[in-house]
T-cell receptor
């Protein structure tokens, strides 16, 4: 089945130690998104890629970076995690064009714990 | 500017009774609207979407929603709740440019 995959499902890191979360998709969608979701809150968009074009949200901290080496993969890098970065990180994809660009398909998320 | 308001942070129903989760939106043009469901520690699953076709939209698991332009509403309903429906529900409006706006979410509790 076509899907959005996130690894790992749970990630523990230390305060200040860089961490990378990964997302892959078999939907062949050209848009990929990263969201941060804190407990009992709605997901908050960090950035998205349209093909190789990176689009950062204005209020996304510089501590958060992303890479998309090819259509299928997208990475979220947190350069120096703080305690406030503990959250669920959700990856999503959509297909631009043909009126479908707005429907996003989500992965299961990676729960990040910062010690 | 676009926005979305979920009118209830929590809704509690008994199993077998109807579900109503309320969502109002504001948009300067005809929006695309979505309902997503999120079970604990899981990602978001698309329930249904409205994209200016039929105003009554049927989704998965027996859910449906009706787009009412005059009321700027997109309420989610289900005739009979099941225990497995207990989850967080998000109403989402698309503002184009690959960006979406999430409501704050409604937690649905289903009592046996």
């Amino acid at each position: 089945d076509a899907m959005v995959i996130q690894n790992p499902r749970y990630q523990v890191t230390q305060f200040g130690k860089p961490v990378t979360l990964s997302c892959s998709q078999t939907l062949n969608h050209n848009v990929m998104y990263w969201y941060q979701q804190k407990s009992s809150q709605a997901p908050k968009l960090l950035f998205h890629y349209y093909d190789k074009d990176f689009n950062n949200e204005a209020d996304t901290p510089d501590n958060f970076q992303s890479r998309r080496p090819n259509t299928s993969f997208c990475f979220l890098d947190i350069r120096s995690p703080g305690l406030g970065d503990a959250a669920m990180y959700l990856c999503a994809t959509s297909r631009a064009g043909a009126g479908e660009q707005e429907t996003q398909y989500f992965g299961p998320g990676t729960r990040l714990l910062v010690l | 500017a676009q926005s979305v308001t979920q009118l209830d942070s929590h809704v509690s129903v008994s199993e077998g009774t109807p579900v109503l989760l309320r969502c109002n939106y504001s948009s300067s043009y005809s929006p695309s609207l979505f309902w997503y469901v999120q079970h604990p520690n899981k990602g978001l699953q698309l329930l249904l979407k409205y994209t200016s076709a039929a105003t009554l939209v049927k989704g998965i698991n027996g859910f449906e929603a009706e787009f009412k332009k005059s009321e700027t509403s997109f309420h989610l309903t289900k005739p009979s709740a099941h225990m497995s429906d207990a989850a967080e529900y998000f109403c989402v409006v698309s503002r184009g440019g690959f960006k979406t706006i999430f409501g704050a979410g409604t937690r649905l509790f289903v009592k046996a």
